[in-house]
Structure formats: structure tokens, C-alpha cells
């Protein structure tokens, strides 16, 4: 009889003492049995103790955490967490270097447990630990476990952070700032000054004085990627806390801002040309949380964009109408001279300038931009095709303004939408997911990656317009082409902006189309959601359907051959179910049947209710000589035998696969309906052998189609029939 589920059975340890073997009752108070433990190794003052967990972490157990006890774990007796934290506190401070150096070693172990940690800061723990840092006069391995105890206990949540005081940060931001400093030192410092950042906006002010990123850069091109990822990590803090102004300021002009400010040199080439090279195009793979912390980079350096992004065109601002005029002066100035028009032949002209340049107002463009997203940041985008690749810029546009009117890409349009398909891509404006490291490598490479990234997509956008042959009635289409020709290519991570351009190339619309077919070949239907759907729903009435046709067969019966010792004449006999499926009616025939054959002229019969199992192949009795006779390796495919009381046997050999299958199949199900039940598991392996359970597994795997057939009368139209062998 298995334990009551509230009983425990665990194992016991205390030092210098044999192990107790006892079973813990979680109905009753924790401190019982710990006055329990404690009496069976003579222990006085049980309320000075506590069970601890003698593997892993060793967490001590509370009464909220005694649930997750089980059965064959090992404790541990120990001092109570108040006690421990008590003794601690008075170590830490004692005189002896080499007594203060054991109880911060064992403080840096004891703090990830928050019982313990609560215990200790109420002793005001921290305020000690905040002031031997204050102090500098801890070095190495004490001054590390010291950090480590103190973020630790921090990371609960018990205390704020914004208690800690300027000396302390400035200690702090000291480790960082120091070119010479212990490995261990710098990883917990860098720790501590990102967890100030993230948790409080005073404390970021005051970290951003004392931290540079060229302080930090140094950081970044050491050999150890543990030293990389922490610095990386806090450069995202402080990036993350930056002030909205300090961000945009940045975006505008981020050339012009000092290395100073953290938010503004993010962009900064030399920062990304340290990350790229030093990191990401380093010797040593990069490990996971790495990737996660170049992820974060990635998606704050992109969410520089939002401000743009989320910013509608002023129709009436002369500065952003001037943008539209030059994006239409870089391709039309040559053709035309403006000044020698006169102002309504100039509106005409620019009118028409502005339909080829594909805008969708054709009389006031800037209307275009008034959505949001994407904003002006689409303005930005052309202006940067044009002016920086101003040679794409005119091809792009004269290209279409000379092809018929319904084929014709329009530029404007395309762009203002590509815009908004890239946003989407790279969830401009979000913020980072925790747990994801999806970093793209090639958007490190350039100071103007996004821009860079934009140029390329519309050129792939006018290639795919092109191939698909598209008009103004196939933009949505088109567009769906070319967000999965670039989701794919982001899927291969390319280095570089090159290879970006390499993967693109290889995913023109006719291999899109390729890949598409290709993959829902290889999907099984089966298993998309809507078919599932259907599976479950329809499977009991499509089963029963099987079991019915099955049914039907047996009752209109099969004729078998005889087999004897010495086979000079063959012989034939038949079997039927009764219509009412309780009875199997058998005799012998001296030929095969012309038609039915009726009950009345079956003289032997056997009660379903008394067929204990259905054998096959080897198993059956009058097959276990005949087995091992090369001749008689195709009537073994076909035999099988119904074994019924009192230990007798049927025997069977098909006349065919299509026959054996039906009377196999159709005998399994009948059994299972005989006995008041489906046939379960258990059910098949006391009643089947291994080869009817593997038929009876792919009756239940049938494929089910769109409709049930009608229930066949002639034996060729069995539609679910399964060919073996």
C-alpha cells in the first residue's frame, strides 16, 4: 500500500553524527519536527535550528517551502537563519583578516537564500556591507565575496536602491574605472552599477557622471567575454534609462555629441567598430548571454527610430516640403528649367513629377507622410537613397516612369510602405524580450545600418515587382513576397550587408515559390490546426464507420482452404458472423461458394464471448511446424487463429492480404465491443500479439478524407483498407 501522500521520507545529516532516516508529516508544524530531528541527536534549543536542503543551492525549508519536499531527499540540520545571520554579522566585523575573510566567503554563499537574506538585512546587513566598501581598505578575495554578498542580497528586492550613498557609487564606478583590477572585482562592480541604473533614475544620473563609454570600451576588447557581456549589459542599462531629448539629440546629429553621454554614443563608430570586431568577429563563439545582451543593443539602437517613426508630416512646414522638393529635383532638375515656367505650367509639371515619382497625392505629396507609422521616417529613408545612392535613386524611378501605366512600381508608394513592412520586421519601439538572443550580425557593420538596410530592400522590392509582372492591383501581393524573401534572409544571419545582398539574390519570386510548394509538400496536412480540428471531431464517427464495414464483411463471410499433412486435394470451408454479431457459424464446403451461403448449412459455431485472443503469423497452432519451411513462408503471412474455450483453436489462412486484414481487423474490434469496452492498451496486450497491436494502432492513424464513403458492398471498393508486406 502505497505512503499517504502527506507523508515524506527523507534523510537527515548533522556533522560528526550517522544520518537519520525519517519520515516527515507535512501535516504537522515544521518546528515539531525539527524539535524531533533535534532530540534524536540530543540537541537542546531546537528553536535555534533549521532544515536546509544538503544539495544545490542548500536553501533552508520554511512552512512556504516544505511542499516542494520529496520523497528520498537529503537535509540537512543546521543554525537557524537568524542565528547564522547574527554570527555572520559579528565575524564580518571582528578584527581577524583571516576570521573576516571565512564569514564573507560563507555571507556570499548564504545571501542568494532569501530566508537568510531577510534575516540579515533586518540586522542592517547591507549598511555594514556598504560601509567596508565605502572604506577601500578591502582588496581581492575579500573585497570580492563582499560584492557578491552585497548583490545578492540586493537582487531580493528587500531594500531600496536608492539608499545607497554617493561614496559608494563612486567606490564602485573606482573598480570600473581602474585599467589594472581583478576579474572577479570588475564583474561584480559592472553588476551592481547596471542593476543601479535599471533600478532607480536618480541613481542613473549619477552613474552616467561617473561612467564614460570610453571608460567602458577598454572593457570590451579584453579576452574574457564574461568582462565583454557585463560591460555591454550596462551599456544597455544606461542606454535604456537615457533621457528622451538625449536620444533624439543623438538621432539628429549623433556625431556631434561628446563620448560622454551614453545614450548619444551608442551610434558612435567606434563603439560599434569595438563591438564588431572584438565581439562579434572575435576567436571565441559567442555564448548565450552575450547574444542576448547584443540583441537588447540591436533593439534599442533600432528603437532610436521611433521618434521619427511615430512623427506625422506637417503639410505646412516649408523645411519637410523642401525634402519632397529635392527627392523630385535629383531626378527632374535636368530635364526642366523651373524659372523659365510659369507657376501654373510649374504646378502641372510638378504634379506629373510627383505621380512618376509614385507618390499616391500627386498634388500635395506630403499628404503621403501624415500616417503614422511610418512617419517622416520614410522621408528620411528616400533621402537617403537619393542622396547617398543617387544612381539607384534615378534608375528606380526612371525605370518605372517608362513602363505602362499597370505595370509601373510605384516608388513613393513603395517606399512609404517598405518603411512601415521594416518596422514591423525589427519591432521598432518595443522593448527587448527577455530570454532572446535574436542579434543580426550585419547591423554592426554600418554606421547607417538601417538606411543601408532600407536601400537594399527597395531595390529587392523592384526586382520581385518586376518578376511578379505586378500591377497597382498587386501591391499587397508583392509586398507579402518581399516581406519573406527578407524574413528569410534575415533567417540565414548574415555577416554583412553583402551577404544580405548574396541571400537575397538567391530568393528571387520563382524560388519563393519553389520553397513555398516544397514545404507544403513536405508538411503533413494532417497535422495543420484546421485539419486537427476536423481529425477530432469527425475521428469516433469515421472509426466507428471502420469497424461497422469490418462488421459487414464478417457477416457476409469468407471462404477459407484446408491445409492437411499431405495436400493431395484441396479443401474449403467457410465462416460468417451472425447478424447480430454474437456468434461466428463455420462449416465445411466441398468448392468454393457462387454466392451467400447461409446459416443453416454452417453446422459448428463458436460464441463471441468465449474467444479469449486472436493470434497471427508464427504464433498460430497449426503454424508452429510449418513455420520454418521456405514453402510455407507466404501461408504464414496469411494465417491466423481465434483461440477460444475450451482450449481450442480455430485456424485460419486468408485467401489473400485484402482478406486477412478485414477478418484480423474486424475479429480485434469485435472482441473489444464484446467485452463492453474499446480496447485499451492494457486490453491488447493480453488479447493481441504484437503484430495485431501495430494493425490496431493504424486503424486509429487512418487518414481520414474529406467525406465518408457509403459503405461498400463488393470487397473492391474498401476504401480504408491497408496493403501489408
Not at 571 to 590: A, I, M, Q, T
Request: some cysteine; overall charge negative; charged content about 25%.
Amino acid at each position: 500500500m502505497p505512503p499517504p501522500s502527506d507523508i515524506v521520507k527523507v534523510a537527515i545529516e548533522w556533522p560528526g553524527a550517522n544520518a537519520q532516516l525519517t519520515e516527515i508529516d507535512q501535516k504537522k508544524p515544521l518546528s515539531s519536527i525539527i524539535r524531533e530531528v533535534c532530540d534524536g541527536w540530543s540537541l537542546s534549543g531546537s528553536e535555534q535550528f533549521a532544515l536546509r536542503y544538503a544539495d544545490g543551492p542548500q536553501l533552508y525549508i520554511t512552512e512556504l517551502s516544505r511542499s516542494e519536499i520529496k520523497n528520498g531527499t537529503i537535509l540537512r540540520l543546521a543554525i537557524s537563519p537568524g542565528r547564522a545571520a547574527r554570527q555572520l554579522l559579528e565575524r564580518i566585523q571582528s578584527h581577524g583578516i583571516d576570521a573576516r575573510l571565512e564569514a564573507l566567503k560563507e555571507l556570499a554563499k548564504l545571501s542568494a537564500d532569501i530566508t537568510f537574506a531577510t534575516e540579515f538585512i533586518n540586522m542592517e546587513g547591507i549598511t555594514v556591507l556598504a560601509r567596508l566598501v565605502e572604506s577601500g581598505t578591502n582588496f581581492g578575495e575579500m573585497l570580492a565575496f563582499t560584492l557578491t554578498a552585497f548583490l545578492e542580497l540586493m537582487d531580493h528586492g528587500i531594500v531600496s536602491w536608492e539608499l545607497l550613498s554617493v561614496p559608494f557609487i563612486k567606490q564602485i564606478a573606482g573598480y570600473v574605472n581602474q585599467p589594472m583590477v581583478d576579474v572577479s572585482i570588475l564583474q561584480r562592480s559592472l553588476a551592481i552599477l547596471e542593476s543601479m541604473v535599471l533600478n532607480s533614475q536618480s541613481l542613473y544620473q549619477r552613474v552616467a557622471h561617473e561612467i564614460t563609454v570610453g571608460q567602458l570600451i577598454g572593457h570590451l576588447q579584453v579576452s574574457n567575454q564574461e568582462i565583454q557581456t557585463y560591460a555591454i549589459a550596462l551599456i544597455n542599462a544606461l542606454f535604456l534609462k537615457a533621457p528622451e531629448d538625449r536620444r533624439q539629440e543623438e538621432h539628429t546629429n549623433p556625431l556631434d555629441l561628446p563620448l560622454t553621454e551614453m545614450a548619444s554614443t551608442l551610434v558612435q563608430k567606434h563603439l560599434r567598430s569595438i563591438i564588431l570586431n572584438h565581439i562579434i568577429r572575435g576567436n571565441r563563439p559567442i555564448k548565450a548571454e552575450m547574444a542576448h545582451q547584443l540583441y537588447v543593443l540591436q533593439v534599442l539602437t533600432f528603437n532610436l527610430l521611433e521618434e521619427r517613426m511615430m512623427t506625422k508630416m506637417d503639410p505646412s512646414d516649408q523645411t519637410q516640403r523642401d525634402i519632397i522638393f529635392e527627392l523630385r529635383r535629383v531626378v527632374f532638375d535636368a530635364e526642366s528649367d523651373p524659372n523659365s515656367s510659369s507657376a501654373e505650367k510649374r504646378k502641372t509639371m510638378y504634379t506629373k513629377d510627383y505621380k512618376m515619382l509614385g507618390f499616391t497625392n500627386h498634388v500635395n505629396p506630403a499628404m503621403d507622410f501624415t500616417q503614422t507609422p511610418p512617419g517622416m521616417l520614410a522621408l528620411d529613408n528616400m533621402l537617403y537613397l537619393a542622396k547617398g545612392h543617387q544612381d539607384t535613386y534615378i534608375r528606380i524611378v526612371l525605370e518605372n516612369s517608362s513602363r505602362e501605366d499597370k505595370h509601373e512600381c510605384p516608388f513613393g508608394r513603395c517606399a512609404i510602405e517598405l518603411t512601415r513592412m521594416l518596422c514591423e520586421i525589427l519591432q521598432v519601439g518595443e522593448l527587448p524580450n527577455e530570454g532572446c538572443n535574436d542579434y543580426h550580425p550585419m547591423f554592426f557593420t554600418h554606421d547607417r545600418a538601417w538606411e543601408e538596410f532600407f536601400c537594399v530592400c527597395i531595390q529587392l522590392l523592384n526586382k520581385t515587382w518586376k518578376e511578379m509582372r505586378a500591377t497597382a492591383e498587386d501591391f499587397n501581393k508583392v509586398m507579402q513576397v518581399v516581406r519573406e524573401q527578407i524574413t528569410r534572409a534575415l533567417g540565414m544571419k548574415p555577416n554583412s550587408l553583402d551577404q544580405f545582398k548574396v541571400k537575397l539574390r538567391g530568393l528571387s519570386y520563382s524560388e519563393v515559390l519553389r520553397l513555398r510548394q516544397s514545404e507544403r509538400m513536405s508538411q503533413d496536412d494532417f497535422q495543420s490546426p484546421p485539419i486537427i480540428e476536423l481529425r477530432e471531431r469527425i475521428q469516433p464517427e469515421i472509426l466507428e464507420l471502420i469497424k461497422q464495414q469490418r462488421f459487414n464483411r464478417l457477416c457476409e463471410g469468407s471462404c477459407f482452404r484446408k491445409i492437411g499433412n499431405r495436400r493431395r486435394q484441396e479443401k474449403f470451408w467457410f465462416c460468417r458472423l451472425s447478424l447480430n454479431h454474437k456468434v461466428l457459424h463455420y462449416g465445411d464446403l466441398e468448392e468454393p461458394p457462387q454466392g451467400e451461403v447461409p446459416f443453416e448449412s454452417l453446422t459448428d459455431k463458436i460464441p463471441v464471448a468465449d474467444i479469449k485472443s486472436v493470434v497471427t503469423g508464427k504464433d498460430c497452432p497449426h503454424m508452429k511446424e510449418k513455420s520454418a519451411l521456405k514453402q510455407n513462408k507466404e501461408v504464414l503471412e496469411l494465417a491466423f487463429s481465434i483461440l477460444h474455450d475450451p482450449d481450442e483453436a480455430l485456424n485460419f489462412v486468408a485467401p489473400n492480404k485484402y482478406e486477412y486484414c478485414i477478418w484480423t481487423d474486424g475479429l480485434c474490434a469485435l472482441i473489444g465491443r464484446e467485452m463492453g469496452s474499446e480496447l485499451t492498451r492494457s486490453d491488447l496486450d493480453t488479447l493481441l500479439s504484437m503484430e495485431m497491436k501495430l494493425r490496431l494502432l493504424d486503424l486509429e492513424n487512418i487518414q481520414i478524407p474529406e467525406a465518408p464513403p457509403p459503405i461498400p458492398k463488393e470487397p473492391s471498393s474498401y476504401n480504408f483498407v491497408y496493403h501489408y508486406g
